[in-house]
Every structure is written in structure tokens, then in C-alpha cells.
């Protein structure tokens, strides 16, 4: 054992920087040191070959960076988390829907207090937290260009932009007719249009219905909100949405290459089961999985862009919606059968076909974009209780493919291998794809090639690149719901077990590399982007930075200029900060008095970041340099208050402080 580990560290030791592997040899002197030293550690540590393969896979000397960052949803956490592969370390987390006071998001600044009132779901109760799901980054030609990423809130149905030259939150919005979402964030292959597909059908426009009335008065409905890269906003007014039959509409994805301008969901409870045990009805879970089929629903976007542009359209809470019958009389909408109360759907990297995972059937079903084309030609259609076309499931299925219990969600690679999570079963399946992809593979085509264990019952998986039209390979990470005995008893509340896999091989080679606990909030999907091709800014381009609007502040405190005026019970307080100290220092107001505060920081320094808290006033600041924030506040609190610097900025960061002082 001793012996085969030798070697084997050996063998690794010697594979040269260029990539090339040297003959295993333990001829030189250090390399035996080197051999003998880390197979006593590997027998002291209890490591298999394997473990050490993992290690040395996974291992980032201290200052190397990685080479793949993923962007993970916080799901109930409501933040965006992320990673780098392969060290599963976690690199950062960024507040959206949820206020972070570390990022001084949702604590007074300005930007993050209007960000976070605009994305309000209602006007009497403000809402602190959200429900992230589906991470989408922007793309160029269906590839992630490192720009912008997108995340949806599932509780309250809303969307939120992040911007990645700084890393945060710019704009939430609020779907304005429905309730939750569940299909979003996906973009469109240039992200001209973000998708957000509904998830529990409501009576749109948030209006009250009574459940008996549920199959004529609620809905389901996909949203598609018009992205403008240049202001890097969501345009609501240019944005649309489609009115769709009250069945729960669950994941989307846009068509790619042949199948762009095509938008796909899958769906649920098209029983239109209405829950309620007490009434006679069957409970949720079973009257929502009686069918044996659900439908897919494929959607003519460019043509849907078309038909609202063109105003027919009905106003919904003052937003534009496409009505069924408009949808179904213009061809905007057909459904496909899909078996069995599915989960997601997933587009191949060439567009040309469509994976809808089965939940309670234990196969994927794929579906070919261009026999769909040939279907909805052919118009040989049934049709569902609202009269929207049913396409015959034999003339559109390309091929199931029989994987195991409970495929939810499907991603792929360079090697023309997709790979599924199985719930129930805890395994990702590597499957091999037929039409186009199969010479790329030594397997024939649409077959399961092989599985791998994952600890435990896993929701989304994430490939490198696994959704575009040039997936990487090499990395997948399972995003594991329950964790149970895989990392020490911290309470039973217990983190999700992130699972990173080595998907580099070929045939039966997958092997899992790395554990890693995600304590924060419940991550559905992520997705990893290539770390190069993310270019944020070190520091804020210039002095006195609006990071809302991504220019300079003319308003912005100066150095030289800072002062406090007063203007009857106004103040107005214009500072800067920079190590070691905030001017002007003594800030002493009467109480009632309302303060308009703006602070600089006016470093250039990379990682000189202050913060700002007022204790007793919910305030807390980040200010990275150049940052400009402002906050306000009516002083009614009188007492001594001491504001002082949370960034350990430099040795005489406890001196950073000053004095507020609120005369009663
Ligand atoms: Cu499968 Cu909300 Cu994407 Cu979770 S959904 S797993
Ligand atoms: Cu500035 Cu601490």
C-alpha cells in the first residue's frame, strides 16, 4: 500500500507545468523525499490513491487563483453565492433580495434602500428576504460573456440584475401579475430577453379569486423582460408577458442556434388539482401527479415580440399580456406530452434538442426541435381544455432514455455527454447523446453510460459552462439537498453538501473530488462561468463613483470641500474618508433635525475599503474606494452616538471614529 502511494505521488510529482507527464520514476533525490514524505502523511491521514488523486486536483496554493468561478442562487438566503473551482472555496456572497450589512446593502445607502423599495411585491408590507433559484449570466452568441447575471426570486416573482464590473445589485424588479415564479432567470442566447416562467397559477394582476373558481380565473403565465445592456437595465415598458392555462409552469430554457427565438417550459399539476384534503380532494402531492403525462409548453418568442409590439396585448396591472386565445390564434403556443410530472427541461448545446426530466418516471425524454418544426407544420393536433394545440408526442420524442429514480435536471459537456441528477437515487447519470453529438463519444448514442454516487438527494446540477452552446466539461458540482452525516453535527438545522465532481474522462471515470458545506440559505441552481472571462474593476473608476449608475457623482463630497450646512432643521453633510479618518469629524445636530449624509471614499488603493455605522440608526456602510453613498435619516434619537469605520483598514483603524452628538 505504502509502496503503491510512492509511486503514485511520484507520478503526480513528476507531471511538469506544461502538462506533460515524465515517466514515473523515483530516481532523483527529491522526488523520493517528496514520495516518501507524502505517502507517511497520506498512511498517517488514512488516504486511498483516490483521495490523494482528489487532493492534488483540488489543492490552490496559497495566492493561486481558480479556474472556474460558479455562481450559486442562496435560495431562501435570498443572495447570490460565490465559488471558486476547483477549491470550493467561497469567494464572496452578494445581497439582492435579502439586506447585508457586511456590503452595506439594505442599512441606509440610498441606492440599496430604492433598489430594494422598488422590488417591493406590495405597497403595506415590506419584504426582507427572497427565494433565489435560477442564477442566469449574461450571453453573447449563447456563450457567458462575464457581464451581468440575473437571479429570480420564486416567492414573490421577482427578478433582480447584478452588474460584474462591481459585483452588485443595480435593479429589482417586480413581475406585476403574478405572485411566484419558478422558470427564471434564463436568458435568451444575446440576453435580449430574460425569461421568468410563472410556477403556482394565481388569478393575474395579484387579484382575488376563490379557489373553486380556479379553472376560469387563474392563471399561468411566462414573463419576458426586454435586457438593454447599455444601461444595464431590464426595460419594463418593452417587456411582455403571455397568459397561460392555470397549470404549474416549472422550468423554461431558451432555444440556441437552430432553436433560438424558442422558449421552453415544462410544467406540473396540469390536473389542475386545487389541493385541500378536508373538502374531499386529493392532498396536493397526489392530486398534482394523477396524469400521466403534463405538457411542455414550446414558445414562439421572436414571433410573441412580434404580436405585443404590434399592441395585441391586454393591460394587466399596467403591464402588457398577450391573452390566450391571441397566443393560440397567432401560433405563439403549442404544448408536447411529457411524462411524468417532469422537472426542468434543458437544451443541448446545438439547440437541436430538448432534455425534460421525468421526477416520478425514471427516464429523460428527448424531444427534436426540428420534428416539433415538422409537427406544428403538419398541424395533426389535439388540444387541451383551453384550446391550446397538443402536438402528437410520437412525431416530436426523439428518444427516453431509462437513467434511474428521479432525473430532475440536465447538463452537458464538450464530449457529447449529458449528465442528470437523480433524486431519489442520489446519483448523477452520465448519459451519452445520439443525432449530431454521437461521433464525439466512444458510446452509442442516447444511452446511460455511467453513474455516480452523490451524498445526498441531489436538486440542480452545475457543468462548466454546462448550459451554453460550448459547454467546457471537466468540473460538475452537485448541489446536494440533504447533507445527514457528511460533515460534524453543527444542529439540526444542517448546511447543503456541494459535491464537485471530475468529469474530464470518458465511459466510467467520473470521480468525486470534494465536499464542501453551503451554510447559507438552500442554493437550487449555479452556474460556472470561466474565471477569465470575468473583468470586474479594482477600484471605482474614478473618485466620487455613483456605483447606482455607474458614473461620478457631481454631487459627490471632495476633498476640501466636505462641510455640514444647515438650512432650518436640514442638515446636509458632505464627507470623505480615507485612512485613517472621516472629515469633517464632530457631527452636533439637534434632536428632529432631518441629516442628509454623503460620504467619499477617496482612496485608490485596491482592497481600502471603509465601512460606516451609526449605532442606534440601522446604518451601516460599505464604501470601496472611490465609492460615493449617501443616506438620511430623521435624528430621533437624542444621546452621544460614535460612528466609526467596521473595515479593519489600517493599525489605526480603531482611531476612524467620530462623534455624532443629538442634542435634545
Ligand atoms: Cu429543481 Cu427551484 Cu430549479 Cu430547486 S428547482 S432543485
Ligand atoms: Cu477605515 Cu477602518
Known amino acids: 500500500m505504502l509502496a503503491l502511494l510512492a509511486l503514485l505521488v511520484a507520478a503526480i510529482a513528476s507531471c511538469r507545468d506544461d502538462g506533460s507527464t515524465a515517466t514515473p520514476s523515483t530516481d532523483t533525490a527529491g522526488e523520493a523525499d517528496l514520495a516518501s514524505n507524502a505517502a507517511d502523511i497520506a498512511a498517517a491521514r488514512g488516504l486511498t490513491p483516490d483521495d490523494i488523486t482528489a487532493a492534488l486536483k483540488t489543492y490552490m496554493p496559497s495566492g493561486r487563483h481558480d479556474d472556474y468561478i460558479m455562481f450559486a442562487s442562496g435560495g431562501h438566503g435570498g443572495q447570490l453565492i460565490l465559488v471558486g473551482l476547483p477549491s470550493m472555496r467561497i469567494l464572496k456572497s452578494i445581497g439582492v433580495f435579502t439586506p447585508e450589512p457586511w456590503q452595506g446593502w439594505g442599512y441606509g445607502s440610498r441606492d440599496s434602500m430604492e433598489i430594494l423599495a422598488e422590488g417591493q411585491p406590495n405597497e403595506t408590507q415590506t419584504v426582507l428576504w427572497g427565494d433565489t433559484h435560477h442564477p442566469a449570466l449574461s450571453e453573447t452568441a449563447g456563450d457567458y460573456d462575464g457581464q451581468f447575471v440575473f437571479v429570480n426570486d420564486k416567492a414573490h416573482a421577482r427578478v433582480a440584475v447584478v452588474d460584474l464590473r462591481d459585483f452588485e445589485t443595480k435593479q429589482i424588479v417586480k413581475n406585476p401579475i403574478a405572485m411566484s415564479d419558478h422558470g427564471g432567470s434564463m436568458v435568451t442566447p444575446d440576453t435580449e430577453w430574460i425569461v421568468e416562467g410563472g410556477q403556482y397559477a394565481a388569478p393575474l394582476g395579484q387579484e382575488y379569486a376563490p379557489i373553486e373558481e380556479y379553472e376560469a380565473e387563474y392563471r399561468g403565465m411566462v414573463t419576458f423582460w426586454k435586457f438593454d445592456r447599455e444601461s444595464g437595465r431590464i426595460l419594463v415598458e418593452e417587456s411582455f408577458a403571455m397568459e397561460l392555462p392555470p397549470y404549474w409552469q416549472d422550468l423554461c430554457d431558451a432555444g440556441k442556434l437552430v432553436s433560438d427565438g424558442w422558449v421552453f417550459c415544462n410544467s406540473i399539476n396540469t390536473e389542475m388539482a386545487t389541493g385541500g384534503i378536508e373538502k374531499g380532494n386529493p392532498p396536493f402531492e397526489a392530486g398534482v401527479s394523477q396524469r400521466d403525462m403534463d405538457y411542455m409548453h414550446i414558445i414562439n418568442l421572436d414571433k410573441a415580440a412580434e404580436v405585443a409590439a404590434s399592441g395585441q396585448t391586454t393591460e394587466i396591472n399596467g403591464f402588457d399580456v398577450i391573452m390566450l386565445d391571441t397566443s393560440i390564434a397567432e401560433g405563439l403556443l403549442y404544448f408536447a406530452p411529457e411524462p411524468k410530472s417532469p422537472h426542468g427541461v434543458d437544451v443541448t448545446p446545438g439547440g437541436d434538442f430538448l432534455v425534460v426530466a421525468g421526477k416520478l418516471d425514471p427516464h429523460v425524454t428527448v424531444y427534436s426541435f426540428a420534428k416539433i418544426q415538422e409537427a406544428i407544420a403538419g ?67 442516447w444511452s446511460l453510460v455511467s453513474k455516480q454516487p452523490v451524498q445526498y438527494n441531489i436538486g440542480h ?175 430621533t434619537e437624542s444621546g452621544v452616538f460614535t460612528y466609526y469605520c467596521t473595515e479593519f483598514c489600517s493599525a489605526l483603524h480603531l482611531e476612524m471614529v467620530g462623534y455624532f452628538t443629538v442634542e435634545p
Open 461 to 635: 446540477l452545475a457543468a462548466a459552462e454546462g448550459d451554453t452552446v460550448s459547454p467546457d466539461g471537466g468540473y460538475l458540482v452537485a448541489l446536494n439537498k440533504w447533507a445527514i452525516d457528511r460533515f460534524t453535527n453543527v444542529g439540526p438545522l444542517l448546511p447543503q453538501n456541494f459535491q464537485l465532481i471530475d468529469i474530464a474522462g470518458t465511459g466510467d471515470t467520473m470521480q468525486l473530488l470534494y465536499d464542501m458545506p453551503m451554510g447559507i440559505g438552500e442554493p437550487h441552481y449555479a452556474q460556472i462561468i470561466k474565471a477569465d472571462k470575468l473583468n470586474p474593476w479594482e477600484v471605482y473608476p474614478e473618485v466620487g463613483w455613483d456605483p447606482r449608475h455607474q458614473q461620478v457623482d457631481p454631487d459627490a463630497p471632495k476633498v476640501g470641500e466636505e462641510r455640514i450646512v444647515r438650512d432650518g432643521n436640514n442638515v446636509e453633510i458632505w464627507m470623505t474618508a480615507v485612512r485613517s479618518h472621516y472629515t469633517p469629524e464632530p457631527i452636533e445636530i439637534q434632536q428632529g433635525d432631518h441629516v442628509i449624509w454623503h460620504i467619499t471614499n477617496t482612496e485608490r488603493a485596491y482592497d481600502a475599503t471603509h465601512g460606516f455605522s451609526l449605532p442606534g440608526y440601522n446604518i451601516q456602510l460599505s464604501l470601496e474606494p472611490g465609492e460615493t453613498t449617501t443616506f438620511e435619516f430623521t435624528a
Open 379 to 445: 398541424g395533426n393536433f389535439t388540444a387541451d381544455p383551453y384550446g391550446v394545440p397538443i402536438l402528437n408526442f410520437d412525431e416530436v420524442m426523439e428518444a427516453q432514455v431509462e437513467l434511474g429514480l428521479g432525473p430532475l435536471h440536465t447538463q452537458f459537456d464538450a464530449q457529447g455527454y449529458a449528465y442528470t441528477s437523480l433524486f431519489l437515487e442520489s446519483a448523477v447519470a452520465r448519459w451519452a447523446l445520439g443525432g449530431p453529438y454521437a461521433d464525439k463519444h466512444p458510446e452509442e448514442g
